[in-house]
């Protein structure tokens, strides 16, 4: 999933016949002349773009494919320039659900974002109706459970902890797997639209949910099927694992720190699978984040 850089420095945009041979030998089989060629389609920067656009239902599905790797260069990077102002210009608290599709975005730019809150917003409606007389918290965490866990299929990815489409909220929601952050989100976003005190907490190394009311209060360890946890037993972890208990990892984080830890996430994740463009990339935005 290494995104590619597209060059910013552009140059005039050649004629047609010029254009309509760069094209001949971006669909030649030979990788190593079509990549000569897409080089040089990039030094045009953004220039090439509504051309390549206009290009890209050519009948060639080798040509087609190409065109859309070099397109998808471009969409990259405007989701990075989005993504990175969108941290540059909010504070600690915002809409983190509009947060965590921008950084979908910047690995995944074609994704229709509306299409996904439409299935949340769906499966929300299930869930109402599901609800109907039980008014209890537990209650009803127990058929969020049941849906999510069960009928949606969610699970933790045990096996591919470290996959990086564990981090990307639409890749998690189309494969039904997630790390810990991920499946809480889920839990978090249903929440937020069934109107239940939902928080993120966060948790070390296990991020978790909180419910809270006025009468009850649950910890939700969404990687684990949804299991509840007492602040207690969340106290007893804390000191058996011998991470101390500091009032911070049992409240609720901002919105700007959910991002970093999903970031920092993605960061290590690439580090670790020695992708360094990806590993730069997601580097940018945890500076970005932490100013």
């Not at 669909?27 to 897409?38: L, Q, S, W």
């Not at 006025?214 to 804390?238: R, V």
Request: with cysteine.
């Amino acid at each position: 999933m290494k995104n590619s850089v597209v060059k910013t420095t552009e140059v005039r945009l050649p004629g047609e016949t010029r254009r309509r041979a760069l094209l001949k030998l971006l669909a030649d089989e030979d990788e190593g002349v079509a990549e000569k060629i897409k080089e040089t389609i990039l030094t045009y920067g953004a220039a090439a773009r509504p051309w390549l656009e206009s290009e890209a239902l050519v009948d060639d599905p080798l040509l087609r494919r190409r065109i859309r790797a070099l397109l998808l260069g471009f969409w990259r990077e405007d989701a990075d320039n989005r993504f990175l102002s969108f941290c540059m210009h909010h504070g600690e608290e915002f809409d983190v659900e509009r947060g965590v599709w921008l950084i979908s975005k910047t690995c995944y730019p074609e994704i229709n974002v509306e299409a996904y809150e439409a299935v949340l917003d769906d499966w929300a409606a299930r869930l109402r109706a599901a609800f109907g007389s039980y008014s209890r918290g537990e209650s009803r965490l127990a058929i969020v459970n049941e849906f999510v866990f069960g009928e949606l299929g969610f699970k933790g990815n045990e096996n591919q902890y470290y996959d990086p489409e564990n981090s990307y909220l639409n890749r998690v929601i189309d494969r039904r797997l997630g790390n810990p952050i991920s499946l809480c989100l889920i839990y978090m976003f249903l929440g937020r639209r069934l109107e239940m005190p939902i928080t993120g907490i966060g948790f070390p190394g296990h991020f978790l949910c909180r419910f809270q009311s006025s009468k009850e209060e649950y910890y939700i360890d969404a990687f684990n099927g949804g299991k509840l946890l007492s602040k207690s037993q969340c106290t007893i972890y804390l000191q058996q694992n011998g991470l101390g208990v500091k009032n911070g990892y049992l409240v609720p984080i901002s919105a700007r720190r959910i991002l970093l830890r999903i970031c920092a996430n993605l960061y290590q994740t690439y580090l670790q699978l020695e992708e360094s463009a990806d590993a730069v990339r997601i580097q940018r935005y945890l500076v970005a984040l932490a100013k």
